[in-house]
């Protein structure tokens, strides 16, 4: 809207300027900075690495690289909406990817069979989680933290602490085959992140999903089935996090139960970051894929310059820190920006 002002002596009033134009590059700042951060760390490491950082190679296998990362940090998506936390992911993944390969490689069970099992054993452990924070109430995050070393522990168990190896080359060949020389496990995470976006932007459970994070008692007052989204929820998480082990396995072509742990904290880096990208103050697909991959230019950028992998570690810690105070700002500032 415009103000208007009466000046002294006049009949008709004079029209003030608009302010809608200030307003609209404020809330594009919110909501897509990190793009121009993402600009800039591109062309500080070009300028340090231009041997090795700006090149068709490296950015290929960038790319490659993100692909179990970018699904399980979408897995964390469905949760987060509806204000719930499922630090069970890893877990998940590594019991999806070791259920499937020890069926598979040890057992002999046709590949296609072994991943159905993978995939179910990883929607049981959704509903387990679901049934215990949603209709018993425990807390999430402590419920997951514990299930998460619970599978962990059983996932040890099932491959008898050895290294599962001679997984069938046809999930490989599937995952592993390469696109303008990016392998379809990438582009499939891809596809995955932008089905969820439209689920959450133009569908009526996405948006009650919404509804419930800001406010799940207000939601369940309006009639939206609260405690059945949550559980979908949960559901949704597990899936995609046993997607992700999955596909840890067709490109690799075996596991090492506990190596996947590692991806728990650049995950959680990458869905917090996320939730101040694009729409500021709630976890959104397209965010964190994002996200994902500003974070992955940032390690590989700071490897090629020469320092050690250990700066890995301190990136994403300091990613995590960094994240959600400025998602926690983001939400702060976001209804401001809709303001003259």
């Excluded at 820190?321 to 809709?338: D, Q």
Aim: glycine content about 10%; overall charge positive; aromatic content about 8%.
């Amino acid at each position: 809207m415009t103000d208007t002002l009466q000046r002294p002596g006049q009949g008709v009033p004079s029209v003030a300027r608009p302010r809608r134009p200030a307003v609209r590059w404020r809330s594009l700042g919110y909501r897509y900075g990190i793009v121009a951060v993402w600009a800039i760390e591109i062309a500080v490491f070009a300028v340090l690495a231009p041997d090795s950082f700006p090149t068709a190679a490296n950015i290929t296998s960038l790319l490659s690289s993100q692909a179990v990362l970018l699904l399980l940090a979408l897995a964390l998506v469905p949760t987060l909406v509806t204000g719930e936390i499922d630090l069970s992911i890893a877990g998940t993944m590594t019991m999806a990817a070791t259920v499937a390969a020890q069926l598979n490689a040890v057992e002999g069970l046709n590949v296609w069979l072994a991943v159905a099992c993978g995939l179910g054993a990883a929607v049981a452990v959704g509903l387990v989680n679901a049934f215990l924070a949603v209709k018993v109430g425990v807390e999430s995050i402590i419920v997951t933290l514990g299930m998460g070393t619970l599978l962990v522990g059983l996932s040890v168990w099932l491959s008898d602490s050895l290294t599962i190896s001679g997984v069938s080359p046809d999930l490989g060949n599937l995952l592993n085959t390469q696109l303008a020389r990016v392998n379809t496990a990438f582009y499939l995470a891809i596809g995955v992140g932008i089905v969820m976006w439209f689920v959450y932007r133009h569908t009526v459970f996405g948006r009650g999903a919404v509804f419930v994070g800001k406010n799940a008692e207000v939601a369940r007052l309006s009639g939206l089935p609260v405690a059945r989204i949550k559980v979908l929820s949960f559901v949704g998480t597990a899936f995609l996090a046993g997607a992700a082990g999955i596909v840890v396995i067709g490109i690799a072509g075996g596991l090492q139960p506990t190596s996947l742990q590692t991806l728990l904290l650049p995950a959680f880096a990458a869905a917090f970051l996320g939730s101040a990208v694009v729409e500021p103050g709630t976890s959104n697909p397209i965010g964190t894929m994002i996200a994902v991959i500003f974070l992955a230019t940032g390690i590989s950028g700071l490897v090629l310059v020469g320092l050690d992998p250990w700066i890995r570690d301190v990136f994403y810690g300091a990613a995590v820190v960094v994240a959600v105070t400025v998602s926690r700002l983001a939400a702060m500032a976001a209804p401001s920006a809709g303001r003259p």
